[in-house]
């Protein structure tokens, strides 16, 4: 993989060497895993582990534990996920599922929340998820009817969830849940192997994302495992997700950029009509036009991630466009990349058709493109009324 985009004014040294360093490792580490697709967990927990041990959750972390100032590197985490779905799809959702799942206690747990679980997710031995989707709540996420219900010192959870990465694997699920008492919605630590935790189904999903719909009935959750304060859940999963979406960018970049290098390939390799197909102007226009898309891509992926990380604020028009733009964006690259494969692009178990059944999911996952076209078409008509 060429790294020559990271000369962009957007990262610093510091992030072109941890791209370099990250490179390497996953050569040898994640080489044949690309065919492995992993619906059952096993592969992305293996790789979970592997990620723990060579250090690299460490960058998925604020540098700082002042909750007032917790300076999470999102350039990092971007450039992580480019580089690991360019390698695996799995080893994308390996990095990433986790990552969602201890975001909110690593932005607004509370000190000793985070002493117990930061820990454990570093060494690997704790696979987190998050718990916010419900049968009836996908996009209109305020919508949930999990309930929460006080009992002395703590809470009793009742309710349904779906959609839930990892679900029936993780040590530990973040739930969001409805406050019987005032209406809000609040965020609970909940053990995963509480006895009150039902798993329903697996969905069989197109890319290797472990997902499934899962019950709490009655579960007792002591009050410190609140995680903020009573009522700031909503706020705490709409601040994690707008963090998380520059990222789902960058992982869709990754697939873009890998569709484009398997098409050039091809193009320059496969001769039709007495010449290698890459000599064709349809099929230079295809390969200029993923070009274009990558660069495009890119840039507003790292501009998001920069206005971050250099304290401007993250705005969620930024991390909308950011993954509406990479995610449709992507999907179209790779579709076209298929295209120059011909006949061979649709063949079960090939580079590029993986790539358009793990692609096709990004524009649905962590908030659909038609709801990123609300938030920018809210901010665009701010004020205008």
């Not at 069989?204 to 007792?220: A, E, I, K, Q, S």
């Not at 495992?225 to 990754?254: D, S, W």
């Not at 990558?294 to 998001?304: C, F």
């Amino acid at each position: 993989m060429d790294l020559q985009h990271l000369e962009w004014p957007f990262l610093s040294p510091g992030h072109r060497s941890l791209a370099a360093d990250y490179l390497a490792w996953t050569t040898p580490h994640l080489a044949g895993l690309a065919g492995d697709e992993g619906g059952d967990g096993r592969a992305a927990r293996q790789i979970y582990e592997m990620l723990a041990g060579a250090g690299w959750l460490t960058r998925t972390l604020p540098a700082s534990t002042d909750r007032a100032s917790p300076k999470l590197d999102l350039r990092s985490l971007c450039i992580l996920r480019e580089l690991s779905a360019y390698s695996s799809a799995i080893a994308d959702v390996a990095l990433s599922e986790p990552w969602l799942g201890i975001l909110p206690i690593a932005l607004f747990g509370s000190p000793a929340l985070r002493e117990l679980y930061l820990p454990r997710y570093l060494s690997g031995n704790l696979l987190p998820a998050f718990a916010l989707s419900e049968p009836g709540a996908g996009s209109d996420a305020a919508s949930i009817t999990t309930s929460a219900r006080r009992d002395g010192n703590g809470y009793v959870l009742n309710g349904r969830k779906t959609w839930t990465s990892n679900c029936g694997l993780a040590d530990l699920y973040v739930v969001f849940a409805r406050l019987e008492e005032t209406g809000g919605i609040a965020a609970f630590a909940v053990d995963g192997n509480d006895p009150a935790i039902r798993l329903e189904e697996r969905i069989d999903v197109m890319p290797p994302h472990t997902v499934g719909t899962w019950t709490l009935d009655g579960c007792r959750v002591s009050r410190d495992r609140l995680i903020g304060e009573a009522g700031q859940g909503y706020k705490i999963a709409m601040a994690v997700l707008e963090l998380f979406r520059p990222t789902v960018g960058a992982a869709a970049l990754g697939f873009a950029r890998r569709a484009m290098d398997e098409a050039v390939e091809r193009s320059v390799g496969r001769t039709a009509f007495g010449k290698p197909i890459s000599e064709h102007q349809l099929v230079q226009a295809k390969l200029a036009q993923m070009a274009v898309g990558v660069d495009a891509s890119g840039l507003l992926v790292y501009r998001a991630a920069w206005e971050h990380d250099e304290g401007r604020r993250l705005t969620p028009r930024s991390a909308a466009v950011a993954k509406l733009f990479s995610t449709e964006t992507s999907f179209q690259i790779v579709d076209q990349a298929l295209q120059i494969f011909g006949g061979m692009g649709v063949v079960k178990g090939t580079t590029v058709e993986r790539l358009f059944r793990h692609v096709r999911a990004f524009r649905i996952f962590d908030g659909t493109s038609e709801i990123q076209h609300l938030i920018i078409a809210r901010d665009v008509l701010k004020g205008r009324a």
